[in-house]
Each structure stands twice: as structure tokens, then as C-alpha cells.
């Protein structure tokens, strides 16, 4: 099966500044996730996203970050008020969801705060 | 205890080598479980499930032992293009789905 797309695949920002972070899924998808990487660590959970609702969330996925799907289609994290410790990969992930649950990645935003 | 831990290696090991890797988790409870394979500065790709009894892809076999709260991987005949960070992934099903990743193992396959 097709994975999801994300966009951009690189960005830059200044620290302070909003960032959003799309991905764009195939329409009969019903289970998205966000995860987190930086440089150097392991893959983070940051929140997952059933049937347009957020359906569990991490410590890390504090009132900094948002998850929207405001048009049925293209599944946004926003990120207010940038901190250079916000500098990581952030992928967009799918699932079956099916009992076995298998999770299939994007090829991630990489996110720059300077 | 870390809910998924991991040896960070590395594992450097000669072309043809066999090599293993375990990981533990913590949650009794965990119900999926899985390998990842991930390239520098890429998207984790899934390399397999792990089932309860056992199972093999190829020159890859996973094991899995609820008991001992353990997964295994087995690398045989490894190529040059194994190397890559192998993670182990637990899948709680806590409700929400939430899947917890090793940090990861480390192999370097060399010639």
C-alpha cells in the first residue's frame, strides 16, 4: 500500500516563529500518528490521530503542538512558538489498524530552528 | 526500566557473518511487535512482524518470548546492504494505538 507525503521535506524557521507540517494521507485512512526524531536519538511518539479526533498523546505533545485535519484530507502539526530544541525529523505515519497495527512512515519533515 | 531497550551496539561484523539482536520490553501487556530497519536520515522501513511462534524472511528470523519479555533478530549470511540501525518496536494497544520504539541497534556490515 501507498505511504503517506509530507511536506516540505525541509524547513528552516526562526526561533519564536509557527511552523506547520503537513501530510497527506489516502482518503480511507483512519489512524495518522506524529512522530518525532532528533538528530541522533530514537523515533518519539508524539500523538495519534483516529477518525479526526486525537485518540492518545505523549508527554512531549504539549500546548505547543496541535494536530488538525481541517479538510478531510491533508493532516497538519502545528508548531507555535519554535524552540531550537524542536530541531528534529518529524514523520507522519499511517496504520492499519488492524490487531497487529502496523505502522508505515512518511519520509518526514526535517525541521530547522535557528 | 525502559518500556523498550535495546543494545545501541555497534555490531561491526564481516560480509557472510550471522548476527543477533535482542530487546526487551517492559509492558506485560504489549500485544505487536516488530523490527524496523532504519537508513541515516531516513524513514524507519518495516523489516517484520514478530509472532509468538516464531518466523522467518528470508535470511531475517524473529522470535518472540512473552515469558522473558523479549524479541530477537537474526541476521544470516548479512550483505553489505544490512547495515543500518534495526529497531524494535511494541505496540501497547492501549486504546490509542501508541507504538513505542528501541532506540535502536546499530550494524555495520563490512566487506
Known amino acids: 500500500e501507498p505511504e503517506v507525503t509530507q511536506t516540505p521535506s525541509h524547513q528552516v524557521t526562526q526561533m519564536g516563529q509557527e511552523v506547520i507540517l503537513r501530510c497527506v494521507p489516502i482518503?480511507?485512512?483512519?489512524?495518522f500518528y506524529w512522530y518525532r526524531q532528533i538528530l541522533g536519538q530514537k523515533v518519539e511518539f508524539l500523538v495519534s490521530?483516529?477518525?479526526?479526533?486525537?485518540?492518545?498523546k505523549s508527554e512531549i505533545f504539549d500546548d505547543q503542538f496541535s494536530v488538525e485535519r481541517p479538510d478531510g484530507s491533508n493532516f497538519t502539526l502545528k508548531i507555535r512558538s519554535t524552540k531550537l530544541e524542536d530541531s528534529a525529523m518529524y514523520f507522519c505515519?499511517?496504520?492499519?489498524?488492524?490487531?497487529?497495527?502496523?505502522?508505515?512512515f512518511g519520509e518526514g519533515s526535517w525541521l530547522t530552528v535557528v | 526500566r525502559k518500556e523498550v531497550e535495546q543494545d545501541p551496539g555497534p555490531f561491526n561484523v564481516p560480509e557472510g557473518a550471522t548476527v543477533a539482536f535482542n530487546c526487551t520490553y517492559s509492558?506485560?501487556?504489549?500485544?505487536?511487535f516488530f523490527w524496523y530497519r532504519q537508513d541515516c536520515r531516513k524513514e524507519p522501513k518495516l523489516l517484520m512482524s514478530?509472532?509468538?511462534s516464531g518466523n522467518e524472511d528470508g535470511r531475517f528470523t524473529a522470535q518472540l518470548n512473552r515469558a522473558s519479555q523479549y524479541i530477537s533478530l537474526l541476521i544470516r549470511d548479512s550483505k553489505l546492504s544490512d547495515s543500518a540501525t534495526y529497531l524494535c518496536?511494541?505496540?501497547?494497544?492501549?486504546?490509542?494505538?501508541?507504538?513505542?520504539f528501541g532506540a535502536g541497534t546499530r550494524l555495520f556490515v563490512k566487506a
Open positions: 505515519a499511517r496504520s492499519t489498524g488492524d490487531s497487529g497495527n502496523t505502522i508505515y
Open positions: 518496536v511494541v505496540n501497547g494497544n492501549t486504546g490509542g494505538f501508541k507504538t513505542i
Open positions: 509492558n506485560s501487556a504489549s500485544q505487536s
Open positions: 490521530f483516529y477518525n479526526n479526533e486525537i485518540s492518545e
Open positions: 514478530v509472532y509468538s
Open positions: 482518503s480511507n485512512h483512519l489512524y
